[in-house]
C-alpha cells in the first residue's frame, strides 16, 4: 500500500457542513456488512429509476440506440438490472474510499497481470485504459493490490468531496492527477508508473474524432494516442466485472500491438472497441446514464 502524501487541510467553514454530514453518512454506510449492502443497493437502485427520470430516459436511449437487436422487454430488463448496479456501485464507491475491501477480496479473479510485467521488464510506463463502469472505483482498489496503479480525474466541484474522495483514493493509488496534469502525468509514465485512465465520455475540451462505439458515430478524445506518443508507454485495456456470484473479475489485455500509430483517429477506434467489447461482457455495469452520443457529426442529439 503507498503512504498517503500530504494533504492541505479539509475545507470546514460553515458551507461545507452539509457536505460532510454526507460524506460521513456514506462513510458509515460503508461498514454496514457487504452481503446486506448488495441487498440494499439493489432496492436503491429501484428507488434511483423511479427517482431520476431524466436519467432513466437517458439509459432507456443508449440502450435502445446499443443494442437494436433487443426487443422491448429485454431492454427493459437491461435497465432494470443497470439500476440494481447503480445502487451496489453506490456501496462499492463507498467501501473504496472509505472502508475495507476484505470481503470483496474474496472469490477474486485476475488475469493477465504478466502483460504489465512483460511492459515494465521492457522499461516502459502503461496506460491502463478501462471504460466507466459501476464498478470502476472498487475494482481500481482490488487492482492495486497487485500493481501501483496511478489515476486520472476529474475534481470535484464541492471542496469538501474533493477533499474526502482524494483522500480516500490515495489510500490504495500511487498517485492521483487531475485532467490538466498533463506534464506530471507524461513524467509518471516516463518513469516507469502505471497510469488508470478511462477516455470513453463525450468531452466538453481537449481534441476528440468521432469513431464508432456500438455502430454509431461517438466523439471521443484522442487523449490515449496523445499520451502514448509522448511517453512511449504502453497501452493495456483493463476489464473488470461484478460477476453473478458477487465476485469480481479483472482482466489485462496483452500490450495493443503497434500502438500509438500515426493515425490517431485509428488509435482511438482501438480504443473504443475495447471499451465496447468490455461493456458487452457485463452490459449492466456499464454507466448507460451518460449521453454518450450527445454529439453527433450531423449535429442532431439523439436525445433531444
Given at each position: 500500500?503507498?503512504?498517503?502524501?500530504?494533504?492541505?487541510?479539509?475545507?470546514?467553514?460553515?458551507?461545507?457542513?452539509?457536505?460532510?454530514?454526507?460524506?460521513?453518512?456514506?462513510a458509515a454506510l460503508a461498514r454496514i456488512p457487504w452481503p446486506l449492502q448488495r441487498a440494499i443497493g439493489r432496492g436503491m437502485g429501484h428507488m434511483l429509476r423511479l427517482a431520476?427520470?431524466?436519467?432513466?430516459?437517458?439509459?432507456?436511449?443508449?440502450?435502445?440506440?446499443?443494442?437494436?437487436?433487443?426487443?422491448q422487454g429485454a431492454r427493459d430488463a437491461l435497465l432494470r438490472r443497470h439500476f440494481a448496479a447503480l445502487g451496489i456501485g453506490v456501496f462499492e464507491f463507498a467501501r473504496a474510499?472509505?472502508?475495507?475491501?476484505?470481503?470483496?477480496?474474496?472469490?477474486?479473479?485476475?488475469?493477465?497481470?504478466?502483460?504489465?510485467?512483460?511492459?515494465?521488464?521492457?522499461?516502459?510506463?502503461?496506460?491502463?485504459?478501462?471504460?466507466?463502469?459501476?464498478?470502476?472505483?472498487?475494482?481500481?482498489?482490488?487492482?492495486?493490490?497487485?500493481?501501483?496503479?496511478?489515476?486520472?480525474?476529474?475534481?470535484?466541484?464541492?471542496?469538501?468531496?474533493?477533499?474526502?474522495?482524494?483522500?480516500?483514493?490515495?489510500?490504495?493509488?500511487?498517485?492521483?492527477?487531475?485532467?490538466?496534469?498533463?506534464?506530471?502525468?507524461?513524467?509518471?509514465?516516463?518513469?516507469?508508473?502505471?497510469?488508470?485512465?478511462?477516455?470513453?465520455?463525450?468531452?466538453?475540451?481537449?481534441?476528440?474524432?468521432?469513431?464508432?462505439?456500438?455502430?454509431?458515430?461517438?466523439?471521443?478524445?484522442?487523449?490515449?494516442?496523445?499520451?502514448?506518443?509522448?511517453?512511449?508507454?504502453?497501452?493495456?485495456?483493463?476489464?473488470?466485472?461484478?460477476?453473478?456470484?458477487?465476485?469480481?473479475?479483472?482482466?489485462?489485455?496483452?500490450?495493443?500491438?503497434?500502438?500509438?500509430?500515426?493515425?490517431?483517429?485509428?488509435?482511438?477506434?482501438?480504443?473504443?472497441?475495447?471499451?465496447?467489447?468490455?461493456?458487452?461482457?457485463?452490459?449492466?455495469?456499464?454507466?448507460?446514464?451518460?449521453?454518450?452520443?450527445?454529439?453527433?457529426?450531423?449535429?442532431?442529439?439523439?436525445?433531444?
Open positions: 500500500m503507498p503512504t498517503p502524501p500530504a494533504m492541505p487541510s479539509p475545507p470546514l467553514a460553515p458551507r461545507h457542513w452539509p457536505t460532510w454530514l454526507g460524506i460521513g453518512t456514506l431520476l427520470p431524466s436519467r432513466r430516459r437517458i439509459a432507456e436511449r443508449n440502450i435502445a440506440l446499443c443494442f437494436p437487436e433487443l426487443d474510499w472509505w472502508g475495507s475491501v476484505a470481503p470483496l477480496r474474496r472469490g477474486l479473479v485476475v488475469e493477465g497481470l504478466e502483460h504489465i510485467q512483460q511492459a515494465h521488464a521492457a522499461g516502459r510506463g502503461v496506460i491502463v485504459v478501462s471504460g466507466h463502469f459501476t464498478t470502476l472505483e472498487v475494482c481500481g482498489r482490488l487492482m492495486c493490490d497487485f500493481v501501483p496503479l496511478a489515476g486520472m480525474y476529474r475534481p470535484h466541484a464541492e471542496p469538501a468531496m474533493e477533499w474526502a474522495v482524494k483522500r480516500g483514493r490515495l489510500r490504495y493509488a500511487a498517485a492521483m492527477f487531475t485532467k490538466s496534469e498533463l506534464r506530471p502525468v507524461v513524467k509518471h509514465l516516463k518513469q516507469g508508473g502505471l497510469l488508470w485512465y478511462a477516455p470513453d465520455q463525450d468531452p466538453s475540451r481537449g481534441d476528440a474524432v468521432y469513431v464508432p462505439f456500438f455502430g454509431r458515430p461517438a466523439h471521443s478524445l484522442t487523449s490515449t494516442h496523445q499520451l502514448a506518443r509522448l511517453s512511449g508507454a504502453a497501452v493495456i485495456a483493463y476489464g473488470h466485472e461484478r460477476r453473478a456470484d458477487g465476485g469480481y473479475t479483472l482482466r489485462l489485455s496483452p500490450v495493443f500491438d503497434g500502438f500509438p500509430s500515426s493515425d490517431a483517429t485509428a488509435d482511438t477506434a482501438r480504443v473504443m472497441a475495447a471499451i465496447e467489447a468490455m461493456a458487452r461482457r457485463a452490459p449492466e455495469q456499464y454507466l448507460w446514464i451518460h449521453r454518450r452520443f450527445k454529439r453527433q457529426p450531423d449535429g442532431r442529439s439523439p436525445y433531444q
